[in-house]
Antibody
Framework: QVTLKESGPGILQPSQTLSLTCSFS??????????VGWIRQSSGKGLEWLAN???????YYNPSLKNRLTISKDTSNNQAFLKITNMDTADTATYYC?????????????WGQGVMVTVSS | DIQMTQSPASLSASLGETVTIECLAS??????LAWYQQKPGKSPQLLIY???SLNDGVPSRFSGSGSGTQYSLKINSLQSEDVSIYFC?????????FGAGTKLELK
């Protein structure tokens, strides 16, 4: 059974760095073709893909936020991470991690429950 | 980025009705199109991938079709549990992009 769960600070101030953790089970990020992605959802911008990390450590970022994003993984502990620097009120959203696997046309087949992140001074 | 335009933005239908949601890509995405269902307060769930392939466990009243830039999601015999927001997403080019969503309500 595949499950994913996000964790994060809940609230942070403008200019701070957001650190998110995705803890998953039922698959391994060391298995060929596996990927964990991060997607966020805000009332203003809908669903927005942020980044993917693949089993071979290939990383892909949304160009609109690329300079602010860092994705990484800890294969041994079945976790993936996302850091976003210089957070702004516009980054207030629910952040999801989700699994994807090759072939890429399958989309994100399992999602976590999401973690709400509020940016406020 | 490939723009995904969904229509309608909202839809009201009766139990047992058939509903169709459309998704238009700004360029050919060669059937690399997924549909998701998001129930209130929940995360999105994959319904259909590669335009017309039903994900495991999804009821057969859901179907997808289309090619090129035009795609649709059809729900036959609408059930109360189908009240959700539906999103399309293209996986053809990076960054993957989503439609704005269609909110389906019961009449």
């Amino acid at each position: 059974q595949v499950t994913l769960k996000e964790s994060g600070p809940g609230i942070l101030q403008p200019s701070q760095t957001l650190s998110l953790t995705c803890s998953f089970s039922g698959f391994s990020l060391s298995t060929y073709g596996m990927c964990v992605g991060w997607i966020r959802q805000s009332s203003g911008k809908g669903l927005e893909w942020l980044a993917n990390i693949w089993w071979n450590d290939d990383k892909y970022y949304n160009p609109s936020l690329k300079n602010r994003l860092t994705i990484s993984k800890d294969t041994s502990n079945n976790q993936a991470f996302l850091k976003i620097t210089n957070m702004d009120t516009a980054d207030t959203a629910t952040y999801y991690c989700a699994r994807r696997e090759l072939p890429g046309y399958r989309g994100f087949d399992y999602w976590g429950q999401g973690v709400m992140v509020t940016v406020s001074s | 980025d490939i723009q995904m335009t969904q229509s309608p933005a909202s839809l009201s239908a009766s139990l047992g009705e058939t509903v169709t949601i459309e998704c238009l890509a700004s360029e050919d995405i060669y059937s690399n199109l997924a549909w998701y269902q998001q129930k209130p307060g929940k995360s999105p769930q994959l319904l259909i991938y590669y335009a017309n392939s039903l994900n495991d466990g999804v009821p057969s009243r859901f179907s997808g079709s289309g090619s090129g830039t035009q795609y649709s999601l059809k729900i036959n015999s609408l059930q109360s549990e189908d009240v959700s927001i539906y999103f399309c997403q293209q996986n053809y080019d990076s960054p993957p992009t989503f439609g704005a969503g269609t909110k389906l309500e019961l009449k």
